[in-house]
């Protein structure tokens, strides 16, 4: 059974970077055909995609969030890290991460979700 869980700190001050990290149990980063996404939503939103890292590293972000986004990971450690700059209140919401299945063409395994408040 794949986990994932979120860790980092619930409150950030604007302009400052966030960082989360998730970090996955279970399974591999490097499993094939699977990629690791960061999705978030804001209080009374929808959900928002934000990025992801696939099985070789690479990463692709949403075009909207790319000038302020990147996803890094730790194959030791079995962790990929999201890191927002120039954090605003806008960019209050809860945050996922995600894996994304090709066999199952949807997100097949989700963190809980971890509360960031950007506020000074």
């Known amino acids: 059974q794949v986990q994932l869980q979120e860790s980092g700190p619930g409150l950030v001050k604007p302009s400052q970077t966030l960082s989360l990290t998730c970090t996955v149990s279970?399974?591999?980063?490097?499993?094939?055909?699977?990629?690791w996404n960061w999705i978030r939503q804001p209080p009374g939103k929808g959900l928002e995609w934000m990025g992801f890292i696939d099985s070789n590293g690479n990463t692709h972000y949403s075009p909207s969030l790319k000038s302020r986004t990147s996803i890094s990971r730790d194959t030791s450690k079995n962790q990929f890290t999201l890191h927002l700059t120039s954090v605003t209140p806008g960019d209050t919401a809860v945050y996922y991460c995600a894996r994304w299945s090709v066999g199952v063409q949807g997100y097949d395994y989700w963190g809980q979700g971890t509360q960031v408040t950007v506020s000074s």
């Open positions: 279970g399974g591999s980063l490097s499993t094939k055909d699977v990629n």
